[in-house]
């Protein structure tokens, strides 16, 4: 399973922008995803994480109220939708999944990153 990300971008501070994940490859099921960032000169952290159901979300404190994680179960797609954003969400943002293979084995792939800069 590989990760593909898209919507990354130049935004000035206040706009809104929006990620996507779509995986490919075949997995028996698709497990918990989630979006993390990583800034330069820090550690990566979680932005925002969504079940399998997509019924339960969880969100890093400095995004709560103005980031909204999403799933599509059909597409087993996810989306990020960013809204008023701050210079300091500037950072390479990382799609995470959880899966279980076609040989029923629980594992964790990465996206490449797409990068988010957000302008003051």
């Known amino acids: 399973v590989q990760l593909v990300e898209s919507g990354g971008g130049l935004v000035q501070t206040g706009g809104s922008l929006r990620l996507s994940c779509a995986p490919s490859g075949i997995a028996f099921a698709l497990n918990a995803m989630g979006w993390y960032r990583q800034a330069p000169g820090k550690q990566r952290e979680v932005v925002a994480t969504?079940?399998?159901?997509?019924?339960?979300?969880n969100y890093g404190d400095s995004v709560k109220g103005r980031f909204t994680i999403s799933r599509d179960k059909v597409k087993n797609t996810i989306s990020l939708e960013m809204n008023s954003l701050k210079p300091e969400d500037t950072a390479m943002y990382y799609c995470n999944a959880h899966y279980t293979d076609v040989r029923r084995r629980d594992l964790e792939v990465w996206g490449q990153g797409t990068l988010v800069t957000v302008s003051s």
């Open positions: 969504i079940t399998n159901s997509g019924g339960s979300t």
